[in-house]
């Protein structure tokens, strides 16, 4: 497994988690991150950019101003604070790498083993 997400579980509407992504085999210090979701019985969507030096990050509008995508490339890991949690974020979350953020958003080079959340209300 080279990405693995952590940091689901449940949690009351107006909650917060921190989703971490670690990697192994390999770093991922010079490529963009993203984080998914795929919400039950739903297509996976876009949630969150970072580019490989956090210098650029990018969100889906459903998220913008209660999530934040950061990065630490000394621990090779990266992170989704996600506050104000909706029942509505209930989802697998996922976090993939890519050449940019461009390409993290449109096509993935490597996908993480998802962790779930889900937001009671």
């Known amino acids: 497994v080279l990405l693995q997400a952590s940091g689901g579980g449940l949690v009351q509407a107006g909650g917060y988690l921190r989703l971490s992504c670690a990697a192994s085999?390999?770093?991922?210090?010079?490529?963009?991150v993203g984080w998914f979701r795929q919400p039950p019985g739903k297509e996976r969507e876009f949630v969150a950019a970072i580019s490989w030096n956090g210098g650029t990050t990018y969100y889906a509008d459903s998220v913008k101003g209660r999530f934040t995508i950061s990065r630490d490339n000394t621990k090779n890991t990266k992170y989704l604070q996600m506050n104000s949690l909706k029942p509505e974020d209930t989802a697998v979350y996922y976090c993939?790498?890519?050449?940019?953020?461009?390409?993290?958003?449109?096509?993935?080079?490597?996908w993480g083993q998802g962790t779930l959340v889900t937001v009671s209300s």
């Open positions: 085999g390999r770093t991922f210090n010079s490529y963009a």
């Open positions: 993939a790498v890519g050449s940019s953020i461009v390409a993290v958003t449109t096509g993935p080079d490597y």
